[in-house]
């Protein structure tokens, strides 16, 4: 038995051994598994999360505000702020700490019911200044849907919902004064100040208004654009992010906006900052500000001349204007139509632009059911007025392109001039067509000109003449000038969504159709800025420069960062050749199809063109008419170049650049020019016209009155047969032209009525004359085309037929010659 007994426990012993030995091995692996885990853990926590957990810390332990830095000011070359910054404020509301705030107030009121009842007192409850109560006070303040604001606050989870960016300093104030309980939600006063400099409850003078709590203000700025529209294409605008939207604000945006700074400071579990804990405070640096070549003056007689000539011809596809100084590259106005205004960019202004988005609109409508959702029906809709918009914002100058037609020609001068292959002496005759392989193209006098010398053939903008200088000149060598005038690629203008011309090397070295084409202006096309920028090297000794419109950025202390030097890129054409270009192109004006580009007291130069659209020409032939002018034409100093695309015909007016877009530049110059300084230098028929002061002879006899006008090159007429001047029209002091009539009355009341404007358009200068001197008012003539030519007729008046003035009242006529072909 005994030695049984020793055998079992000999088992058993083996049996436990096996049983420790496992439990040990499982227990080490467990143990590593444990410290792998834990490991694992850890590397992920300090290594693969450390910026997170970081991040995260920092967030719980320190309150941070953004201070945000001053955009700089966009001012134009005469110091004249064009865009600028100010304070503003954005609203922003927490739905959960409103709705934490309404629990608060409704258990306050709770508990006061309820001490009440314990002391048997009435008790009457307050409103609850609730998430409605709240809604209707920022919707009637700020302007926005109290439904939206509602629906936003519904959301109790979120801490932070933006009501409205920007908002201005009168809108913010009634915000805050809404917030600190002194007003209600329908702006009825609360409080008052007692004695004692003390805001108190005007229900309760013992008490202070309290607060509302999940509404807060955060400091911003707003972009203001103080000539609205005006440069707008050029200046473009900031977004609801303070971020450059289009124009130069996109393009200088790094240079603008500056860098934000941070104040960063610890704060409790509540989210209070704690203070004397910690704050380090990172300085905003405020952006640059941006010296322009634009001039104000200048921009807004260039606009408002576009305006007016596109509302007499109502072109269908807007217009361009650019005015550059022809010796820097720099442009001193520039716009392109249809505009808008900066400070409300997301506007349709133009109404032949919001016509069309209305037709696209309707369209949609009618086709509503073809769209297989709502989705895709108000995506159609999103789209076609963002079309618009984008329409409105495009700076045709820069990013569009067209067929120039014949502003084109002095650039095929120059060239064939520069090569030796004509000269002044040059002679060409023409028919009246040219047939050029199977094509036959056609001169716009189709009984021809006859034999013309350089001269007149360009002043008559012969086609069969400039086909003939191309064919001289090869497709080759052709291309070769169109490159070296800087065609053939962007001009490098600093600024953004600048696009090419299109021009085929390959047409113009194969096909004669092309070249012929070519050497008048059409089949290929340029932007404004290319042709402006060749034309103003044709003509101001050859020198190519680089279109620029910002001329100094200068820091916060107003010191001079960079400052842009006008170097040409190449000279294209001799001093020579480009002195025989200005003969031409001044003779252009003085005599051939741009006389009524022609302004008082200048020598302009100038070309006109009336061009083709390839793509319609033998539909609905849309044209696009121009004209280019300089001055002085012996030492120009300013270019321009105004397009029209696609008028009306149905005006009354022949389509062509001489006859719509010439008699709009002779306005702009007339008006430009002085303000860029370049003095006028009439001619004693131009003199004669000139305004002066009217002397006061009121009180004189008339003997002794006549010959004091006469002497001011004042004629005059007496009414009455008294011997002394009782009263005079116009007035002594007034502005009118020296060759006025005034009328002197002796002895008799001066009849004040007010006098009809008629309607003299079409009327030759003597015509129109008599008639606004018969209705008592006077002339000023505008155009200096020559009155005594049998075609000169009326073609504007500055006062609408109709109009009720005063008696002396000058009116301002424009003249033109209608037969002008181009």
Not at 12 to 20: G, P, S
Not at 81 to 104: F, M, N, Q
Not at 794 to 801: D, F, G, P, T
């Amino acid at each position: 038995m005994p030695t049984n007994s020793r055998r079992k426990s000999d088992a058993a012993r083996r049996a436990n051994q096996v049983v420790r030995s496992r439990t040990m091995l499982v227990m080490v692996l467990l143990g590593v598994c444990t410290f792998l885990l834990l490991l694992w853990k850890l590397y992920d926590l300090q290594i693969n999360r450390h910026e997170e957990l970081q991040g995260r810390a920092v967030n719980q332990q320190t309150l941070s505000a953004v201070v945000t830095a001053s955009r700089g000011t966009i001012y134009d070359r005469g110091g004249y702020v064009l865009a600028a910054s100010a304070t503003a404020e954005t609203v922003l509301l927490s739905p959960r700490d409103v709705a934490a705030y309404v629990k608060a107030q409704e258990k306050a009121i709770e508990d006061a019911a309820e001490k009440a009842a314990q002391k048997g007192e009435a008790y009457e409850a307050p409103q609850v200044r609730d998430q409605a109560y709240i809604a209707r006070g920022l919707s009637r303040i700020l302007g926005v849907d109290q439904d939206k604001i509602e629906k936003w606050m519904a959301d109790t989870d979120d801490a932070y919902v933006e009501v409205k960016k920007k908002v201005e300093q009168t809108e913010a104030d009634q915000v805050r004064r809404f917030m600190n309980g002194e007003i209600d939600e329908e702006g009825n006063e609360l409080t008052f100040v007692n004695d004692a400099g003390k805001t108190v409850l005007k229900a309760n003078p013992k008490k202070s208004p309290t607060k509302l709590q999940g509404i807060w203000l955060q400091p911003d700025s707003k972009r203001y654009y103080p000539y609205s529209s005006l440069a707008a294409n050029v200046l473009g605008f900031v977004n609801a992010d303070n971020q450059g939207g289009v124009g130069l604000e996109a393009k200088y945006n790094n240079v603008l906006e500056g860098t934000a700074g941070m104040t960063v400071s610890a704060k409790n579990a509540a989210g209070t900052e704690m203070l004397y804990q910690f704050e380090q405070y990172y300085d905003a640096e405020d952006g640059h500000d941006l010296v322009l070549t634009l001039d104000v003056e200048v921009q807004s007689y260039l606009e408002k001349g576009i305006e007016n000539m596109l509302e007499k011809f109502d072109a269908a596809k807007g217009a361009t204007g650019i005015v550059m100084d022809v010796n820097s590259g720099a442009i001193v106005g520039m716009a392109s139509y249809p505009n808008y205004d900066s400070n409300q960019y997301g506007m349709i202004l133009d109404t032949t632009l919001q016509e069309t988005l209305d037709k696209s609109l309707a369209e949609i409508e009618k086709n509503r059911s073809s769209y297989e959702t709502e989705e895709a029906y108000q995506a159609a809709i999103s789209e076609a007025r963002s079309n618009a918009i984008n329409t409105a914002w495009r700076n045709k100058c820069i990013d569009s392109t067209y067929e120039p037609g014949s502003t084109f020609k002095p650039i095929t001068l120059a060239a064939a001039l520069e090569e030796g292959l004509i000269n002044k002496n040059s002679t060409f005759n023409c028919t009246g067509s040219v047939k050029v392989g199977k094509w036959t193209i056609h001169c716009s006098k189709k009984a021809g000109h006859g034999l013309q010398s350089l001269e007149v053939a360009v002043g008559n903008s012969c086609n069969p003449a400039f086909i003939n200088i191309g064919q001289r000149l090869g497709g080759e060598k052709f291309y070769e000038y169109m490159q070296a005038f800087g065609l053939t690629e962007p001009t490098g203008v600093d600024m953004i969504g600048e696009t090419k011309g299109i021009v085929s090397k390959t047409s113009l070295m194969n096909d004669a159709a092309s070249l012929a084409s070519y050497s008048f202006g059409q089949t290929f096309n340029v932007t404004p800025l290319e042709l402006i920028r060749a034309q103003a090297a044709c003509i101001n000794g050859g020198y190519l420069y680089t279109p620029y419109v910002v001329e100094q950025e200068l820091d916060g202390e107003g010191a001079v960062v960079y400052q842009h030097e006008s170097t040409p890129v190449r000279q294209v054409i001799s001093e020579e050749t480009s002195a025989m270009v200005r003969e031409c192109l001044e003779y252009v004006v003085a005599s051939g199809t741009g006389r009524n580009g022609q302004v008082a007291g200048y020598r302009i130069g100038g070309k006109t063109g009336t061009a083709d659209k390839t793509a319609t020409r033998n539909t609905t032939k849309e044209v696009v008419v121009s004209f280019m002018c300089f001055a002085p034409a012996d030492d120009p100093q300013y270019i321009m170049l105004l397009t029209m695309d696609t008028p009306s015909r149905n005006t009354g007016v022949y389509v062509s650049g001489g006859n719509m877009v010439a008699p709009t530049a002779s306005s702009i110059m007339a008006d430009i020019l002085p303000v860029l300084g370049v003095e006028p230098d009439y001619t004693a028929e131009e003199l004669a016209g000139m305004d002066a002061a009217v002397p006061n002879v009121v009180g004189k006899t008339a003997a002794d009155a006549k010959p004091i006008l006469e002497s001011a090159g004042f004629s005059c007429r007496t009414v009455g047969d008294g011997e002394t001047v009782t009263d005079q029209t116009p007035a002594g002091g007034a502005i009118v032209p020296n060759n006025a009539t005034v009328v002197l009355y002796l002895g008799v009341e001066k009849n004040n009525t007010l006098r009809i404007m008629p309607n003299v358009v079409g009327r030759t200068a003597s015509e129109a004359n008599k008639v606004l001197a018969d209705a008592g008012l006077i002339m000023k003539v505008s155009g200096a085309t020559t009155a005594s030519a049998g075609n000169v007729r009326a073609i504007s008046q500055s006062v609408a037929e109709g109009t009720e003035l005063e008696a002396g009242t000058v009116v301002t006529i424009q003249f033109g010659d209608s037969s002008v072909l181009d």
